[in-house]
Every structure is written in structure tokens, then in C-alpha cells.
């Protein structure tokens, strides 16, 4: 497959030439959802859905700015967060088209409820 | 005494674990350093148990109505911790589910080692299993059997090693010199950390740059707390991550500040970038931190795997890890943390293999818990060499450091197995090293991070680490840091850098890891770059082993390469020793030799090529001045010496005893060129000598010169004290065997069977 970076420049146009003339940004050396959408494939049909699963939750962040990352991260830490506010956070997923991480949120949330590591608990 | 073997002195005297023994021979074990590791009693209740504690659960695992995992290892849903519970939502693979629990535990362990059934039917069946039941089978097999297991179900075909680079002073110049060095050497992944947590982008950047000189594609990685350390990646300063750690009970999770859920996101952020990375487990954690449950250490490690797998991760560092002295303090604690790996590829997933803290006290010990890992090979053979000096390792010291890299590459050259490091040759360190802090030195400067000095690029490029360095100001490094973390500086910043100042081959090598963040292939389980920047991995280059004759193997091209030692020496080098004495004493032959009549007569039997063909002994002493030793010698007892070449042997029981023959006293000495020396009588049997100099490379020149009294006391048949041989405890033999099988070979070649002896004479 020939992959395309997130800003949707193709690999053969991202070298020291184009750099050299200004022309490329960050967001041409980061992987495009749809290149992770297929190693998820790939790691399927090797046998470990697993990972697959973890590479298409990646595909739903890959356009996600990195604080909005990071904050993710940080109100999934144990104490963090209320289960309203994880609640908040998987809609939130739901609206940027990440249905899969979101659902994943919830599932964190009510395990954190019933464990008592939410916030407040 | 340098200030370590005084510092480990004193560390005899106040923390042996054993002291005031009462027996001459215990204070001497007392002293040995493995008297200051610490051994625990086995303790149930603590997790101070290897692998089987009472506490351990029995293996069980019930599917509900709807498929779900209604029961895991003796805990009912409603009971699950978050372990459990994220371990049954996606940890357990239940189309095999029913088969896994049925297998009996051996018949499982017994396929597991077998090199006969494939690895991925292994695979299949431990996708079935649940913590326990792969804790209770793994916990059946012998050391051997883990070695064989081992090398069937590693993921890789091909074995790769990583190094920690750091150091004292988190010295950039330094780090980048440090990486191209272990680059040079052959690893493939460098992870670095930090002494002052503020420093980490700096030391990020340089090793990034020092890991693209000379060869493309290592990985690099800095090891700081989880939210920094994924800053940096998202900015493309590192390559992959490790350090997210996770743990076997639930309250140690907690206490870690994270959450299976909240590690199995950084797991996909980190993904998301396209960015390499694996989890850190590791037995001991649990109890360390004094909560175990009660719990073995393997059965916990296991339940870490099984989560591994879970939250997706492409591969585990274990075998101990932080914790790896706590399990090696129990009955099987070495076992278990090879087990530990297995446990990895049985999941199959990457195995970063441990070997990465200080053991053990003794180098015994300390090699014996990692040999039997190297010989049967895994992903990652070790999950930190310390390449650097062990004091300038800031993850404490690895199990095998610095020091430690000449011993490993002929540890690989003796067994053949492929530890893949090389060796690298003085002139390739220096180019890489230099070539590595300048080119750090000028994206510093270029970027506006530090202005660096060309005194210091000298200084890093001969230095052995940073005790050779004059300090650095911290500040210096606080404040590259602190700029490349306000300012954004990302992997694009770095290449065009490079570019900029003229270090456009570097800067291709760093673009192609943005390029490889791009294209994901890194992604997938084991995968590591060649330095031709081919992706090797589960998918690319799958462990084919399947007993002899199969699987990984050093090509011709590979085991050249791992012979050629830095201390390997050919014939040539050998006799380059010889060559500032060729010909510096003349013989000349006055005819054959007869029995003398002089009862004051001795005769000194010279091997064939005694200055014909070899010209030093193996001490260093000509052999010109080894027969003026000897003549002095029998003058000094008042006795004549006569030369004679024996040709028709090498054997110097016979030279001597030849020589004896011929002597007017009965007594001769036999002298071979290497510098070998007996005395002999001509009434004995070849082997029965009256004294016996053997240990030639340690025969002095006052040695030859009593040699020779005692010859002329023996043929006045006074009964002089023989001569002691100088007897040491070091390694002689290993030493100087080499240089010996080429000296004999000479002596063999100079030698004309049947030949009869010659008088010979020193010419003035």
C-alpha cells in the first residue's frame, strides 16, 4: 500500500528536497488514519485482533491535536475524573468521529465506578 | 587500588550478608562478592515466592450465556478488579477457550517445548488461557526447556539487542557520541533517561541525532515520566516508547497513577503518531511495593502478560526489570525471570528480554542469570545493555555495562550464537563519535539550544564517559531543554537542521524515521529496522524454528564477522614479537656431535628452530641471551657448556635427554625457542626431567641464569635445590595457548626427523 501522510501528501513527495524548499510541515511526517486502519488489517490477519483493536482506536486519534491527547490521558489516570466527566469525554469522542475510543471510555468509566477510582470516590 | 575496589572493600567489611565466620575457609567464602547479594526465605505471605504460592489461584474460566467471561481464575464478574475485568473483555481468545482449559498442564508444556508442533498452534491454545493456568504450565519447565521454548516462540527470526546511553551529566555531545558508538556496536534500539528530569528534551534530541550516524533506522527512546515521555514522542524526538509500566494487582496499578485503561490509551495515542511501543512489567514490582497479595511473583507476572496482550501492545520489557533482585533473592528466582520471557512469546508478543539491572555482586552470578537467555536468543536480548560506563548509567547499572562489551563479543564468538553486536575496530569509534558530537554541536548551535565548544567535541570523542569530561554547566542543559520544549522543536526541525549545517546524510536517516512514522510498518509486533532501514518483524521476518537445521543462524558473511574479535591474532600478528630479534645471535655449525669426555661437560640441547626460525621466547627474552644466561650459569659452578642443535625432535624431554648423552657430566639442559627449560641426566627415561622450567612467558632471565648453577651442580653431583616454577593463580594457559600453537608450529616445520645432532657455536 502506498501511504499518504495526515496531510495527505504521498510518501514519494516527502523528502530532504522538498524539506530543503519549505515545503513540508509536521503533519506530513504523521501517519494517516487510513494507513493505521490497514496495519490493523495486517495485524488482524496475523492473529492478534488485540493489537488491531489498539491500531484502530489510534486511527480515530490520529487527527486529534496532541493536548486534546494528553487531557484524554490524564482524566483516565485513577482520582481523576468523575464519572460525568468521562461520560462528557466519550461524547465528545462520539462528536470527532472516534466511536471506538469512546465506547472504550465508557467501558473504563464504569469499571472506575464500580472499583472506586473515579474521582471523589 | 582505584577508588571502586576500595569502595567495594569497604562494602565487604560492613554489608557482607556473611560475617564473623569462625572457619578459616568460611572467612574466605565471606569475602566473595556474592556474600553481599541478599537471599530471602521463602514467604507466602509476602510474595516472596518464586512461582507457586498457596495463595495463587487455581486456573478456571467460565464462559456466561452470551460468551462473556463470567468467571476468571476462581473471581466471579461481580468480583473482578480492573485486571480481571479488562483481561475478560479482551484478553481471552474464547473459541479456544473450552480446548485451553481442558489441556492437561504437561501436555500443554510438553507441545510448548517441542519443536515439532508449530509456534503458531502454541499460540493459539495460550490465547485460550487465562493467567493462571499459563502461570501453573510455564512453571513445569526445566531451564533447558525454557531455553528451547524459547527459541521456537520469540517472535523474531532475527535477534536484536538495546542499549541504555546516558550519563552523568546528561552531556548532549556526549549522548550523541555514546549512541553512534552503540550504533557502531550493532544496537538496533538506545534508550536514554535522565539524572534531572528537566533535561529530557535535550537528551532526546541528541540521541536521536547520535543514533542516525553511521548506519540508518536505530530506534530511540527517553524513559521519563508517562505524560513527558509522550510529549516527546508526539514531537517525534524519540522512536518508540517502553516505559509504560504496568502491574500485577490492582492496588500497585493504582499506586502507579495509572489504570489498564488508562495505559491501553497511551498505548494507541502513542499508535495514532505512528510511533513504536511497548509495555514494562516484570516480577518483584508487586512485592517491592508491598503489595503482592500474597501472590507469586510468575503468577502476577503472568497476569501483567495477559493484560499486555489485552490492551493491544505489541511487546513486553521483562525478566525482572526494577524488580529483578527481589526475585533473584527467592529459591528459582533465576528461572523464573527467564520464564518471564516466555511468558511474553507465548502471548505472542515482542519480548524485550530484561538483563537491563546489576544482578548480582558476582560476575559468576550475574552472567549465569543471562547466558542462558543468549543462547537461546529472543527479540530483544537484553532491554538495556548499558553501553556506557556502569556509573554513567542513570537507570542504575545494567546487568552488562561498558566494560562488559569486549566480554560479550567473545562470549558470542565461543558459542556462535548471534548476540548481534560486533566488534568495532578504534578508528570507526572515533570517526562515528566525532562525526556524532558535531553534528549535535551544530544543530545546538543552529537551533539557537547551546553554544558548544569545539575543546569539548576532542574530549567526548577520546572519553571512556563523562568522569573524563570536565563538568558541564547544568544550565547549559536546562535551557536546551527548556527551548526545545517551548519552542516545539520537533524530528522536521531536526532534519532541516542537519540539512542547514551540512550534515545532509544524517539528515536523510532522520527523515526516514519521520517517513517510517508515516507508513506504520513499525507498528506491528517486533518490528526493528536493518541499516538498510528493511522492516524485520512478526510480520516480515516470522521465528521459523522448528528444531535442528531450522530457524535463525549466523550466515557465513555474520559468523566472519563475530570471529574477528579485536583480539584475535593470526599467525603474523602472533610472530610479530619475534621480528625486532630475527637474527640478532649467529650459530654456526662445526660438525656432528659426539659424546665429550669432560666430566665438567654439559650440553645444552637447542630445539630446531632455536635461532633459526624463532628468535624471543614467549617472556620476551632473546634467545641469544638466554644461552648466555645459561653459560654463565654452568661457569659459575665451574662447568664448560657445550651448544647442540637437536633437529630430529621438538620434544624437550628428548632434547634434553639427547643433550645429556652427549655430555661429558651425563647432564644436559634442553631449551626450546618459546623459552621452555629442563634439566636432564642421560641415564633417565625422556619424561623423567630432574627439573622442569614449563611456564615459559614466565621464566625471568635470573631463572635461566640459576638454570644453568644448577645444571653444573647436578653434573658434580651436588644435590641443588630444584628450582621452584613460578606458579600463579591467573589464567596463563588461555593467555599465551595461542601464541604457543604458533610457535610449536614453527618449531615443527624447522624439524628434520632423523637428523643427528650438530655442534653449534655462537658466532662473536
Avoid at chain 2, 510455564?138 to 526447556?145: F, G, I, Q
Wanted: with cysteine; glycine share 10%; aromatic share 4%.
Amino acid at each position: 500500500m502506498s501511504a499518504r501522510a495526515l496531510s495527505g501528501r504521498s510518501l514519494e513527495e516527502i523528502d530532504l528536497d522538498e524539506g530543503r524548499a519549505g515545503r513540508l510541515s509536521p503533519a506530513d511526517l504523521r501517519i494517516h488514519p487510513d494507513t493505521l486502519r490497514w496495519q490493523a488489517e495486517v495485524a488482524e490477519r496475523h492473529g492478534n485482533p488485540q493489537l488491531a483493536e489498539n491500531l484502530r482506536r489510534a486511527a480515530e486519534l490520529a487527527g486529534i491535536d496532541d493536548a486534546e491527547l494528553l487531557r484524554i490521558y490524564e482524566a483516565l489516570r485513577p482520582g481523576r475524573s468523575t464519572r460525568a466527566e468521562l461520560e462528557a469525554i466519550a461524547a465528545g469522542l462520539d462528536q470527532a468521529g472516534a466511536p471506538a475510543c469512546a465506547a472504550f471510555v465508557r467501558e473504563a468509566a464504569a469499571v472506575y465506578a464500580r472499583r472506586g477510582v473515579v474521582r471523589g470516590a | 587500588m582505584d577508588d571502586r575496589a576500595d569502595q567495594r572493600g569497604a562494602q565487604e567489611e560492613s554489608r557482607g550478608q556473611v560475617r564473623g565466620s569462625t572457619s578459616g575457609r568460611f572467612r574466605a567464602l565471606d569475602r566473595q562478592p556474592v556474600n553481599l547479594d541478599g537471599f530471602a526465605q521463602e514467604d507466602d505471605d509476602m510474595g516472596l515466592v518464586a512461582f507457586r504460592s498457596r495463595h495463587d489461584p487455581e486456573p478456571s474460566l467460565v464462559l456466561g450465556d452470551g460468551g462473556e467471561v463470567a468467571e476468571l481464575d476462581g473471581v466471579a464478574a461481580a468480583g473482578f478488579d480492573m485486571l480481571d475485568a479488562y483481561i475478560a473483555a479482551h484478553g481471552i481468545d474464547r473459541a479456544v477457550a473450552a480446548q485451553t482449559t481442558a489441556l492437561d498442564d504437561i501436555e500443554f508444556a510438553r507441545l510448548i517445548v517441542d519443536p515439532i508442533t508449530p509456534r503458531d498452534e502454541v499460540v493459539r491454545l495460550a490465547g485460550g488461557a487465562t493467567p493462571a493456568k499459563l502461570a501453573r504450565v510455564v512453571a513445569l519447565l526445566r531451564p533447558v526447556e525454557l531455553q528451547m521454548a524459547i527459541a521456537k516462540m520469540r517472535v523474531r527470526r532475527t535477534p536484536s539487542i538495546q542499549a541504555h546511553v546516558t550519563n552523568r551529566l546528561d552531556d548532549p555531545l556526549l549522548i550523541a557520541a555514546d549512541a553512534a558508538t552503540a550504533v557502531a556496536y550493532g544496537f538496533r534500539e538506545l534508550e536514554t533517561t535522565v539524572p534531572v528530569l528537566a533535561d529530557a528534551p535535550s537528551n532526546a534530541l541528541a540521541l536521536l541525532i547520535g543514533s542516525q550516524v553511521g548506519a540508518a533506522g536505530a530506534l530511540t527512546q527517553c524513559s521519563v515520566e508517562e505524560a513527558l515521555e509522550l510529549e516527546l514522542g508526539l514531537r517525534g524526538l524519540t522512536t518508540y516508547a517502553e516505559t509504560v509500566s504496568l502491574y500485577g494487582t490492582e492496588q500497585v496499578f493504582v499506586d502507579g497513577d495509572d489504570t489498564p485503561w488508562s495505559k491501553a490509551f497511551l498505548c494507541s495515542a502513542y499508535a495514532s503518531r505512528g510511533l513504536k511501543m511497548r509495555v514494562t512489567s516484570g516480577g518483584g514490582a508487586e512485592v517491592l511495593m508491598g503489595a503482592a497479595e500474597g501472590k507469586s511473583m510468575f503468577y502476577l507476572e503472568s497476569r501483567c502478560v495477559a493484560l499486555a496482550r489485552a490492551i493491544g501492545a505489541q511487546g513486553v520489557q521483562n525478566g525482572g526489570i526494577d524488580g529483578a533482585s527481589v526475585v533473584g533473592s527467592v529459591p528459582d528466582g533465576m528461572r523464573e525471570l527467564l520464564a518471564e520471557n516466555l511468558l511474553v512469546m507465548l502471548r505472542d508478543l515482542e519480548s524485550c528480554s530484561g538483563n537491563d539491572a546489576l544482578i548480582s555482586e558476582s560476575d559468576m552470578r550475574r552472567t549465569a542469570h543471562t547466558v542462558p537467555l543468549l543462547l537461546a536468543g529472543s527479540d530483544f536480548l537484553f532491554s538495556g545493555f548499558g553501553s556506557v560506563p556502569a556509573y554513567d548509567n542513570m537507570f542504575g547499572p545494567s546487568n552488562f555495562n561498558g566494560d562488559d562489551l569486549d566480554d560479550y563479543l567473545v562470549l558470542q564468538r565461543d558459542w556462535g550464537f548471534d548476540g548481534a553486536l560486533r566488534p568495532v575496530d578504534e578508528s570507526r569509534l572515533r570517526e562515528v563519535r566525532e562525526r556524532a558530537a558535531r553534528a549535535t554541536q551544530a544543530v545546538y548551535r543552529d537551533l539557537g539550544l547551546a553554544r558548544l565548544g569545539d575543546d569539548r567535541i576532542a574530549a567526548v570523542v577520546d572519553a571512556a564517559g563523562s568522569k573524563d569530561l570536565e563538568p558541564l554547566d547544568p544550565a547549559v542543559v536546562i535551557d536546551a531543554a527548556a527551548a526545545i520544549r517551548e519552542r516545539g522543536v520537533s524530528l522536521l526541525d531536526v532534519v532541516l537542521s542537519l540539512a542547514r549545517t551540512g550534515f545532509a546524510e544524517e539528515a536523510e536517516r532522520v527523515l526516514a524515521m519521520g517517513r517510517a512514522h508515516v507508513t506504520g510498518d513499525y507498528l506491528q509486533t517486533a518490528a526493528i529496522f536493518d541499516e538498510q532501514m528493511n522492516v524485520l518483524s512478526k510480520v516480515t521476518d516470522p521465528n521459523d524454528y522448528r528444531g535442528p537445521g531450522s530457524g535463525h543462524s549466523p550466515s557465513k558473511a555474520r559468523r566472519a564477522e563475530m570471529a574477528a574479535v579485536r583480539q584475535q591474532r593470526s599467525r603474523r600478528d602472533l610472530l610479530d614479537k619475534q621480528a625486532p630479534h630475527v637474527g640478532h645471535v649467529r650459530l654456526v655449525v662445526t660438525g656432528d656431535a659426539a659424546r665429550g669426555s669432560d666430566p665438567a661437560e654439559v650440553c645444552i640441547g637447542l630445539s630446531p628452530a632455536f635461532a633459526s626460525a624463532l628468535w624471543s621466547t614467549m617472556a620476551g627474552i632473546p634467545v641469544g641471551e638466554v644461552i648466555a644466561l645459561v653459560l654463565s650459569g654452568l661457569a659459575d659452578e665451574g662447568c664448560a657448556g657445550r651448544l647442540v642443535k637437536v633437529r630430529s625432535t621438538i620434544d624437550l624431554g628428548m632434547i634434553g635427554l639427547v643433550a645429556a648423552r652427549l655430555a661429558g657430566s651425563g647432564i644436559g639442559v634442553g631449551l626450546q625457542a618459546k623459552g621452555t627449560a629442563l634439566i636432564h641426566r642421560s641415564d633417565r627415561a625422556p619424561l623423567a626431567c630432574l627439573e622442569l622450567y614449563s611456564v615459559a612467558p614466565l621464566i625471568t632471565p635470573e631463572m635461566y641464569r640459576e638454570l644453568g648453577r644448577n645444571a653444573g651442580r647436578h653434573a658434580r653431583s651436588l644435590e641443588p635445590a630444584p628450582l621452584r616454577n613460578p606458579y600463579i593463580e591467573e589464567a596463563i594457559e588461555p593467555r599465551y595457548h595461542a601464541e604457543a600453537v604458533m610457535l610449536v608450529a614453527i618449531e615443527r616445520e624447522s624439524c628434520v626427523p632423523g637428523a643427528a645432532p650438530l655442534n653449534v657455536e655462537v658466532l662473536p
